[in-house]
T-cell receptor, first 109, second 114 residues
């Protein structure tokens, strides 16, 4: 079973920042936080991952709270192409990803 | 170049038939996976292979038999197909079992059993 809790759905205006929250209160010390997204009918796509420090790449930023019990994925300037289901996953090492229900993000023009 | 490729993309077949889905990765990864996404969109791990050896089998019926002829390929053979097998099947790969890294997914095979 997934160890994360995410809102079922969110809307975001095009061009604005999309902030997607995730709770993982039972995360273990060796587990990383991963974010993937699935655009309709495509395979899941890796976005970012982190352990305890905030991370940024060309797609997004990941903010992890100091106690590591929650995190936020930030898409700085959402576009219509960012409409997808976003999955927050905690994972130790290279174990298989366990997907929850994710958050359906709708970017609105 | 496609990193993880699956064939076929669509597969429609009758109940009771045997079918195979092929997966190939050109990333030099050691670990490969099969996931199933059902009609409710839940993505679940089925199998995990590392260097051609089965690591994880998540209580998948015996009718499903993965085969890894080499590190770059992980094929899924399904015997005696049932209506409930209809789903999208995703293959994925990641570099090494002992490293923290992302997994790369194929585009999926939509299997419809009629």
């Amino acid at each position: 079973d997934a160890k994360t809790t995410q809102p079922t759905s969110m809307d975001c205006a095009e061009g604005r920042a999309a902030n997607l929250p995730c709770n993982h209160s039972t995360i273990s010390g060796n587990e990383y936080v991963y974010w993937y997204r699935q655009i309709h009918s495509q395979g899941p796509q890796y976005i970012i991952h982190g352990l305890k420090n905030n991370e940024t790449n060309e797609m997004a930023s990941l903010i992890i709270t100091e106690d590591r019990k929650s995190s936020t994925l930030i898409l700085p300037h959402a576009t219509l192409r960012d409409t997808a289901v976003y999955y927050c996953i905690v994972r130790a090492g290279n174990t298989p990803l366990v997907f929850g229900k994710g958050t359906r993000l709708s970017v609105i023009a | 170049d496609t990193a993880v490729s699956q064939t076929p993309k669509y597969l429609v077949t009758q109940m009771g038939n045997d079918k195979s889905i092929k997966c190939e990765q050109n990333l030099g990864h050691d670990t490969m996976y099969w996931y199933k996404q059902d009609s409710k969109k839940f993505l679940k791990i089925m199998f995990s292979y590392n260097n051609k050896e089965l690591i994880i089998n998540e209580t998948v019926p015996n009718r499903f038999s993965p085969k890894s002829p080499d590190k770059a390929h992980l094929n899924l053979h399904i015997n005696s197909l049932e209506l409930g097998d209809s789903a999208v099947y995703f293959c994925a790969s990641s570099p090494r079992l002992d490293r923290v890294t992302e997994a790369f997914f194929g585009q999926g095979t939509r299997l419809t059993v009629v």
